[in-house]
């Protein structure tokens, strides 16, 4: 997507706004899902993609279409998703929480297969019942004809 206003520099606009967040570039490229390479790239180039603009604008929770009016609106991401640990104290909590819903689900999945193995046996002591009475009834059958067929 090209700029239909050829005075506006995209990149020098991404940069001003990266400049005034106050936030650390490392963070900014990480949630737009960039390298820190990419940004100094992204900020050199005068037509830079509006797709690429409107990943900063998320990351950055900025809407650029203030400067860009060419560019279309677009929907902020929560602001309050977490994008990792900030610290070591807070990677161990994370991990501490997570292997407390592994080993929740780990046990409703044994639970299930618990479930599944008692329906598994039921289900064969059924079919080992219906092989005998088809067995009894055919036994039955040609042990017992009938007189006179029913009409």
Do not use: W
């Not at 009016?69 to 997570?98: C, H, I, S, T």
């Not at 002591?125 to 017992?144: F, G, M, S, V």
């Amino acid at each position: 997507m090209k700029s239909k206003n050829k005075n506006i520099h995209r990149g020098e606009v991404l940069k001003a706004v990266v400049s005034k967040s106050g936030q650390k570039i490392k963070q900014i490229v990480r949630k737009a899902g960039y390298s820190r390479s990419s940004y100094y790239n992204h900020i050199e180039e005068p037509e830079l993609d509006l797709l690429i603009l409107e990943a900063y604008g998320k990351a950055l929770q900025y809407d650029f279409t203030e400067e860009i009016p060419e560019m279309n609106k677009y929907v902020f991401e929560d602001p309050y998703v977490k994008y990792g640990p900030r610290n070591f104290e807070e990677a161990v909590r994370q991990l501490e929480l997570l292997r407390n819903k592994y080993d929740q689900f780990n046990e409703k999945h044994n639970q299930l297969i618990e479930k599944y193995n008692q329906l598994h046996d039921k289900c064969d002591q059924l079919r080992d019942k219906y092989d005998q009475l088809r067995d009894e009834y055919i036994h039955y059958l040609k042990t017992n004809k009938p007189e006179d067929p029913p009409k």
